[in-house]
């Protein structure tokens, strides 16, 4: 993506089913689950490389051995860093203890991580400290183990001053104001009130301390205890934990927004952000991998037992759409059609802007991630090619000499690779000038392949601020001297902040709500700023379901082609001595490429949750204000 653009997050969970030494039997090592995990994680780096954590349990331990490993790092390649650490205090162990290699139960015993239940997490930074203590999995410890909690997750809340009051409310005393410190003290409270509850009554059936302890795991209902703590949620979340005993579980929000996906076998039970993670790294087919439905959790019992529960009532599915554009990774067999499509359905209007003149506009993308909508939108550039050569040929009939025949089949797309990104800028740099500086540095162009008569087409994921384009992109392919550079972002225009993950919590960081800003201007209707934030102001005392979204009034007099054309104008300046128009997606075309993620909030306002319509007039009500702090 060529704005710089972050997202909250990846996990994996691997339970084994069988015991290690079945492993080390069938695949020759009893460290079968952390390779797995690696691989797991490795291929969900797309979704975050500013941290990562692993935590494992070992099962049936006896009372004196730890059972309980975790490691995080904020190193600049974490993934491989809290391997490298893994793998470095198992030769050690090694090193010190021959005689554990081919000893399982010594294996298990004595070195960490060898366990039967692991959580992976890899995390980007877009909110709160980038330290190690930020990054997940978060462990909440007691001396009971069925107490023991340990948390990760893919999710962002967008009420959490009423879920942290709620916390005091039962008396309790959190160590943080995070979403993910809040969401683990409620779900371990009623963690703790359950265990309390099931103890007792083993008390009374005439049970000891120690005869009661796998009672209570058999006896503890998780998705109770989810159902209890999960009651006032708002956000889009994926949400796992692992239970000191070996129960586990993973939570879906009941919008299905955050992606969630599982696996299991006879071996294995499985559960990521992608499916193609767990196809790749399982090698299994794409019609075994399960998609978790809206509000439903993944129960995985100590016993191995797998349950689904709907812990939560699901609503109007609205799965996050950026996933299907950008996040989410393109081999996925859907995700890869819906990418191409996303091309496919931009076509119409690229070649209204080169007036249907092919031969004279090469065709390229910008960044990576872009190139299978770019496949998409050449399929139809070549159909639209043939349909002419076609009609050429047909035209012409007996006349054409052979020499014309072939001139005329030989046209197709050109299709040329403009820009190239030979450095990766680092996402600690957060400060907009270093960031301005360094983008400006971070592409290079090919010369040689554009004529002064061409007009130029780079499609793109989308278009969320603008920066890089202007900044570096635009100046950048204007050094080429195209007549026209027409940029054709895959997304329609994002217009609004993201409150469930995606780094996008500022309106008056976004081009569209810049360029409405304008539009007001010139059309003399800037007062409807004031309106808007005055309308805004009066909603803050009502509780969220009555909450409606009137940012929106600040679009509404405009079309989508008046803002595109704003933006077009915003984003290129008097140096640039090419026409320069920008091209967005159309809700509509969205939707019939990708028509089972309907999650369209930051381009339509349509929030899937009641706490989004708040998160936006808060938003607004920071813009008019002057106050650079995040609305939720």
């Known amino acids: ?24 039997e069938k695949y020759g090592s009893a460290f079968y689950g952390v390779n797995k995990m690696y691989l797991m994680m490795e291929k969900q780096h797309n979704r975050g490389q500013d941290g990562a954590g692993l935590a494992s ?105 009423e879920l942290f009051a709620n916390l005091i409310e039962l008396g309790q ?40 302890s796998p009672l209570i795991a058999e006896r503890l209902k998780v998705a109770k205890i989810l159902r209890r703590a999960a009651k006032n949620w708002d956000g889009g979340y994926a949400m796992a934990g692992l239970i000191g005993h070996g129960d586990s579980f993973v939570l879906r929000d009941p919008a299905g927004i ?27 087919k794409f019609e075994d991998v399960k998609e978790l439905g809206p509000g439903q959790a993944i129960i995985i019992k100590k016993s191995g037992e797998v349950r689904l529960k709907q ?55 910008i960044p990576n991630t872009a190139e299978t909508s770019f496949y998409g939108m050449v399929e139809t550039a070549d159909a639209f090619i043939n349909k002419t050569k076609t009609a050429a040929i047909l035209n012409g009939q007996r006349s054409l000499s052979a020499a014309k025949v072939k001139e005329i089949l030989s046209e197709r797309a050109r299709i040329e690779k403009i820009a190239i990104k030979d450095v990766k800028l ?59 550079i027409i940029v054709v972002s895959s997304a329609p225009q994002i217009r609004y902040p993201d409150c469930y993950g995606i780094d996008m919590a500022n309106l008056e960081t976004l081009v569209a709500f810049r360029a409405a800003l304008e539009l007001l201007k010139d059309a003399n209707s800037y007062h409807i700023v004031k309106d808007v934030y005055n309308k805004c102001i009066e909603q803050t005392d009502l509780d969220d379901k009555h909450v409606q979204n009137f940012v929106k009034e600040i679009y509404d007099p405009f079309t989508d082609e008046q803002i595109s054309d704003k933006i077009s104008e915003l984003l290129s300046d008097e140096s640039i001595k090419a026409e320069v128009k920008i091209i967005f997606q159309p809700v509509e075309n969205l939707h019939k490429a990708c028509p089972e993620h309907l999650g369209d909030w930051y381009f339509t306002g349509n929030y899937p949750t009641v706490g989004g319509n708040r998160v936006v007039n808060r938003a607004f009500i920071n813009f008019y204000e002057g106050n650079n702090e995040r609305a939720y």
Not at 1 to 24: F, Q
Not at 109 to 129: A, M, Q, S
Not at 142 to 156: E, S, T
């Open 258 to 284: 955050r992606p969630t996906y599982y696996y299991q076998d006879d071996e294995i039970v499985v559960v990521a952000s992608e499916r193609p993670v767990i196809q790749t790294v399982f090698n299994v």
């Open 426 to 484: 680092r996402t600690f740099i957060t400060e907009d000038s270093s960031r301005d500086d360094l983008v400006a540095h971070v592409y290079d162009v090919t010369y040689g392949v554009i004529k002064p008569t061409d007009n130029l087409v780079i499609i793109d994921d989308s278009i969320v601020r603008g920066t890089t384009l202007k900044m570096s992109i635009l100046k950048m392919l204007d050094r080429l001297s195209p007549k026209k």
């Open 173 to 212: 005393h959190p160590k943080e104001y995070t979403d993910t410190i809040t969401i683990m003290e409620k779900i371990g409270h009623f963690l703790d009130d359950a265990v309390s509850k099931i103890y007792k009554d083993l008390k009374k059936e005439g049970y000891n301390k120690q005869q009661a």
């Open 57 to 161: 349990i070992k099962l049936d331990t006896k009372p004196g051995e730890r059972y309980i490993s975790r490691v995080r790092s904020v190193a600049q390649q974490p993934i491989q860093d809290i391997f490298a650490q893994i793998n470095d205090r198992v030769n050690k162990e090694f090193k010190a203890h021959p005689e554990y290699m081919d000893d399982v139960a010594a294996q298990k015993k004595n070195i960490p991580y060898v366990g039967e239940l692991l959580l992976g997490h890899v995390r980007y930074g877009t909110f709160g400290k980038n330290s190690v203590e930020s990054v997940h999995p978060f462990l909440r410890q007691n001396n009971w183990m069925h107490r023991n909690l340990i948390m990760a997750g893919n999710f962002n809340m967008t009420n959490v001053k």
């Open 311 to 365: 812990i939560l009532e699901p609503l109007e599915r609205k799965s996050c759409s950026f996933e299907r554009i950008y996040f989410s990774r393109g081999s996925d067999a859907e995700i890869y059609q819906e990418r191409k499509m996303l091309g496919k359905l931009l076509m119409p209007k690229v070649l209204e802007a080169i007036n249907n003149d092919t031969k004279n506009t090469v065709f390229s993308y």
């Open 1 to 24: 993506m060529s704005d710089a653009l972050k997202h909250e997050c990846g996990i994996a969970v691997i339970r084994l089913l069988k015991p290690l030494e079945y492993y080390k």
